[in-house]
């Protein structure tokens, strides 16, 4: 029904930045609230940020804050992720998320569809 593809990550030294992007691809893709989520070795996948399908509102994780920062382009079925003065902390493989039908949607239990990952490595 919805199909998510990343891209973007790559090895970066401390301070320097990324592009993540999401490709889209279904009929709904303008209805889902969409997100990205993190998940690195040995830790539970955790929310980053999300966009309502308005691309009005979003939501950051407190880690995020400032330093990410989270669009959406539905003309172009795609949701970007920049990602500024990169950490060791912010390794860890990035998932693009779909479905969630609230703009406060934080769990990953609340998203239907996601993503493959795209490995993100900081090196210090």
């Known amino acids: 029904q919805v199909q998510l593809v990343e891209s973007g990550g790559g090895l970066v030294q401390t301070g320097g930045s990324l592009r993540l992007s999401c490709a889209a691809s279904?009929?709904?893709?303008?209805?889902?609230?969409m997100a990205w989520f993190r998940q690195a070795p040995g830790k539970e996948r955790e929310f980053v940020a999300n966009?309502?399908?308005?691309?009005?509102?979003?939501n950051y994780a407190d880690s995020a804050k400032g330093q990410f920062t989270i669009s959406r382009d539905n003309a172009k079925n795609t949701v970007l992720l920049q990602m500024n003065n990169l950490k060791p902390e912010d390794t860890a493989v990035y998932y693009c998320?779909?479905?969630?039908?609230?703009?406060?949607?934080?769990?990953?239990?609340?998203?239907?569809?996601w993503g493959q990952g795209t490995q993100v490595t900081v090196s210090s």
């Open positions: 998320a779909s479905g969630a039908r609230i703009r406060r949607a934080w769990n990953s239990l609340e998203y239907d569809y």
């Open positions: 279904g009929r709904t893709f303008t209805s889902y609230v």
């Open positions: 966009i309502d399908w308005s691309g009005q509102f979003t």
